[in-house]
């Protein structure tokens, strides 16, 4: 039986998500009544006052609540510098809330993104800059307090080459989800995570979400056997009844680099 499945969002996300979710029997149409740049916008004219989590399941809700069914979805994206802070990360949550069956369950990805941002004083960095941005990815242009957004790569050029003439200026990508081909792939990602995980049901009550992604330390050194903070399994525990399950992790022994005794 199809069951109907409300997603919040302005920028045209059923269509990326749905071809990601297919093994589950849902028809996703799209509620665009409600501004999610309430929530907090890339582009930090308003400030987010939720993390990321708290924010795509803010948007569940709300999706299930204002459309009147069962089942609500929420995406969120965030960019942070990545590990040992090199270069930036994308985050995609797609998070799926069933206020009749009381449960949520979120998708995620994690990757690198190749997204820029460039202090331009002349033409010819404009022009560098320009072929670094990959097809179809669109771009902001900002000089002091103006901002052109969802710009075309010609029209950065032709905008940002009338600009300079005044100015430095910062060209930067434009990550709203519907004009970032990265991002529409990132988002799919976490889509396809969201159906895993729903698809997993609780061995003991059949909740949606049963999947072990808490990691507890404790995987013993090789040389001395002493409890490292690394990975010793992986814990994963229902959220209605609270029946749990731990995986051991492929690895036995931690190298004892990682030990507190043998490498303090
Ligand atoms: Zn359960
Ligand atoms: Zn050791």
């Known amino acids: 039986m199809t069951q109907q499945v409300a997603l919040l969002t302005r920028h045209d996300k059923a269509r990326l998500i749905a071809p990601a979710l297919s093994q589950l029997p849902w028809q996703v149409s799209e509620i665009q009544s409600f501004d999610t740049d309430a929530l ?21 809700a709300l999706a299930a609540e204002l459309s009147g069914l069962d ?26 809330v069933n206020i009749a069956q ?15 941002q460039w202090q331009l004083t002349n033409l010819a960095q404009l ?4 072929t670094q941005v990959p097809a179809g990815q669109h771009l902001l242009l900002q000089q002091g307090s103006r ?36 991002r529409q792939i990132h ?3 976490a889509a396809a995570d969201l159906q895993q995980r729903i698809l997993s049901l609780c061995p003991a009550c059949a909740t949606p979400g049963f999947w072990p992604d808490k990691a507890i330390p404790g995987l013993p050194c090789a040389a001395c056997a002493t409890a490292t903070s690394l990975t010793l399994h992986k814990l994963a525990c229902c959220q209605r009844c609270q029946f ?6 492929a690895a036995r022994y931690a190298e004892p680099q990682y030990c507190p005794e043998c490498n303090p």
């Not at 930090?44 to 803010?58: D, G, V």
């Not at 949520?104 to 990757?111: D, N």
């Open 187 to 189: 988002i799919a990602n």
């Open 71 to 96: 089942i609500g979805l929420g995406s969120e994206g965030s960019f942070s510098p990545g590990p040992y802070g090199l270069g930036t990360y994308n985050l995609e949550l797609l998070c799926c």
């Open 102 to 116: 009381g449960w949520a369950v979120t998708g995620r990805f994690y990757g690198p993104s190749m997204a820029q």
């Open 40 to 60: 907090g916008s890339f582009s930090a004219e308003r400030p987010r006052f939720m993390s990321p989590n708290e924010c795509a399941l803010r948007k569940a």
């Open 127 to 130: 022009q560098q800059a320009l």
């Open 244 to 249: 749990s399950t731990t995986q051991a992790v």
């Open 147 to 182: 901002i052109d957004k969802a710009l075309t790569a010609q029209q950065a050029y032709q905008l940002g080459s009338t600009l300079l003439a005044q100015g430095a200026l910062t060209l930067s990508y434009d990550l709203r989800a519907h004009l970032s081909p990265e």
